[in-house]
C-alpha cells in the first residue's frame, strides 16, 4: 500500500469496520482476515484490535466474549444502535466527500 492509500485508510478505517460489523458479528481476527481479502493486504492486526478498543471505549459496539477452541475466549463485537447512527454519519460524510472529489477529478479533464 502506498503512503496515500495508508494516509486515506486512517481517516476511514473506523467506517469500514463498522460497516462490516452492520452486516454481522465478527471478531478481530475476522475482520482482519475479511479485509485482506478485500485487497487491503498491510492492514496490521494490531490496527484493527486498537480500532476496536477505541469504539468499543466509545460505546459503538456490543461486546460478547465467545469461548474459543484455541485459548482464552475471543471477543465478538457486534454494532449497537449508537454504532449504526455513527455509521449513518459516516456514509453521510463519505457521500459527501466522494461527491465533491469526483466534481474536482471531473473539471480536471
Known amino acids: 500500500m502506498g503512503r496515500q492509500m495508508t494516509e486515506m485508510l486512517k481517516g ?3 467506517g469500514i469496520v463498522l460497516a462490516i460489523l452492520s452486516v454481522r458479528s465478527a471478531y478481530g481476527y475476522e475482520i ?10 498491510d492492514i496490521a492486526e494490531g490496527t484493527i484490535y486498537a480500532l476496536l478498543v477505541r469504539i468499543e471505549k466509545w460505546e459503538l459496539v ?3 466474549k465467545v469461548p474459543s477452541e484455541k485459548g482464552p475466549p475471543r471477543k465478538v463485537y457486534s454494532l449497537n444502535d449508537r454504532g449504526r447512527e455513527y455509521l449513518d454519519e459516516f456514509w453521510r460524510t463519505w457521500s459527501f466527500l466522494s461527491a465533491r472529489l469526483e ?7
Open 62 to 64: 456490543d461486546v460478547e
Open 103 to 109: 466534481q474536482l477529478h471531473e473539471g480536471d479533464r
Open 12 to 14: 476511514t478505517l473506523e
Open 32 to 41: 482482519t482476515a475479511w479485509l485482506r481479502d478485500q485487497g487491503f493486504s
